[in-house]
């Protein structure tokens, strides 16, 4: 698949994204629940170049690990790149890295879905 629909977010890494914060850990480091906020945000942005008016894209799945630790107040960056589209299903590699390269790394797989009928649904 061509990889031209991709994009990428930053965040700076905080008190209020750490492991000690999130209750993930109990290190003041960059989250793995932040980093994988910060992937699908970046999957969901890229989506985004995809929709009709009165669509939007859902988190189905994500696989990930997260290889190394990022200090406060140093810069996280995750970039999601489509790697598949299947109707409404897209596939996307995730890389996540911060000032001295990769800390995180994976999938994600998001849906296309009408935004009045998904809702719908929610009780």
């Given at each position: 698949?061509?990889?031209?629909?991709?994009?990428?977010?930053?965040?700076?890494?905080?008190?209020?994204?750490?492991?000690?914060?999130?209750g993930s850990g109990d290190l003041q480091v960059f989250a793995t629940p932040a980093m994988v906020a910060l992937m699908e945000n970046?999957?969901?942005?890229?989506?985004?170049?995809?929709?009709?008016?009165?669509?939007?894209?859902?988190?189905?799945?994500?696989?990930?690990?997260?290889?190394?630790?990022?200090?406060?107040?140093?810069?996280?960056?995750?970039?999601?790149?489509?790697?598949?589209?299947?109707?409404?299903?897209?596939?996307?590699?995730?890389?996540?890295?911060?000032?001295?390269?990769?800390?995180?790394?994976?999938?994600?797989?998001?849906?296309?879905?009408?935004?009045?009928?998904?809702?719908?649904?929610?009780?």
């Amino acid at each position: 698949m061509n990889n031209e629909i991709y994009y990428t977010s930053s965040v700076v890494v905080t008190d209020a994204n750490t492991a000690l914060a999130l209750g993930s850990g109990d290190l003041q480091v960059f989250a793995t629940p932040a980093m994988v906020a910060l992937m699908e945000n970046a999957a969901m942005l890229a989506a985004a170049t995809l929709l009709d008016e009165g669509e939007t894209s859902v988190g189905a799945q994500i696989a990930v690990c997260h290889n190394r630790p990022t200090g406060i107040g140093h810069k996280v960056s995750a970039t999601a790149t489509l790697t598949a589209r299947d109707g409404r299903k897209l596939s996307f590699s995730v890389v996540a890295h911060d000032e001295d390269g990769v800390i995180g790394e994976g999938t994600h797989t998001r849906y296309i879905v009408g935004r009045e009928r998904f809702m719908a649904k929610v009780k």
